[in-house]
């Protein structure tokens, strides 16, 4: 038992012998502490730093705040500025749209406006030639052809809907009318034509037949016909009997303008 205390007090004098240099350098240390704390009044400042740096943080923290707002704001204007960009891409084309639809619109009127016109002249100068054909040729032309109760030998609208207008003849293809009944019933033809057609049979082409041709002299002499072989052939005596509007006038000028009436 001696051996093993003997073994102990030399293993704690070798200890103690060993941490001699760490107890010394701690103590030399402890010393520069109290040293320096002297030298800044008692205080190493880390109190004073902590607090100071605290302040830096809630003022970063603070500042992270504002920029973060800031942000949401900006990316707001943003987005605000992008929909406002689509919907004014949406407006404009809305606009092309519109305008496109307008410009067909206009094309539209337009056409129906020239269609208008030229149905009018159409049926103005149909009116006249017809008319005018009902002293020239009895035989398609009856006296009361385009007038009073009968049909009207015209085009007209047949059919409509909002998008198309159908304009026909008479079906009949004539705007015949009946005088009388029964035995005595009499049958005027109002034959139907356009002013050129079809086949070149048009109230243009039956107006310039029906007018003739002039006398041509000379070596390819042709004697007139028709209306201008009527010129020719009347009597423009003048007398100074009665003049009454009839066949049967003695005074030469005014059958002569009896004639030309019932062309």
């Known amino acids: 038992m001696k051996l093993d205390l003997d073994d102990r007090n030399g293993k704690k004098a070798a200890h103690t012998t060993a941490n001699a240099a760490y107890l ?16 800044t009044g008692g205080s190493d400042g880390s109190g004073a730093a902590l607090i100071a740096l605290n302040l830096k943080v809630a003022d970063t923290t603070a500042a992270e ?7 949401g704001r900006v990316e707001a204007l943003i987005e605000a500025k992008r929909t406002q960009d689509l919907e004014e891409a949406r407006w404009t084309e809305r ?3 519109a305008n496109t639809a ?3 619109a206009n094309t539209a009127k337009l056409a129906a406006t020239a269609a208008v016109a030229e149905a009018k002249e159409q049926v103005s100068t149909r ?19 385009n007038s009073g109760s009968n049909p009207v030998c015209a085009i007209a ?3 409509k809907d909002a998008t198309t207008s159908t304009w026909t003849w008479p079906s009949a293809g004539n705007c015949n009318y009946v005088v009388g009944s029964g035995l005595s019933a009499v049958t005027h033809n109002c ?28 070596a390819s002499a042709a004697a007139p016909t028709e209306l201008f072989l009527a010129y020719e052939t009347a009597d423009y005596t003048y007398t100074s009997s009665a003049t009454q509007l009839s066949g049967s006038d ?14």
């Open 157 to 159: 609208e047949t059919a």
């Open 95 to 97: 606009v092309t749209a």
């Open 102 to 104: 307008m410009g067909t």
């Open 65 to 71: 705040t504002a920029v973060a707002t800031q942000r």
């Open 127 to 145: 009116s006249w030639l017809f008319e005018v054909l009902t002293h020239i040729s009895v035989t398609d032309y009856a006296a009361a052809c």
């Open 191 to 218: 034959l139907i034509k356009g002013l050129t057609g079809p086949s070149s049979l048009g109230l243009t082409q039956a107006a310039t037949a029906s007018k003739g041709t002039a006398r041509v002299t000379g």
């Open 24 to 39: 010394t350098a701690w103590t030399a240390a402890d010393a520069e502490v109290t040293r320096l704390t002297a030298l």
């Open 250 to 263: 003695s005074n030469k000028l005014l059958i002569a303008l009896d004639n030309y009436l019932s062309w």
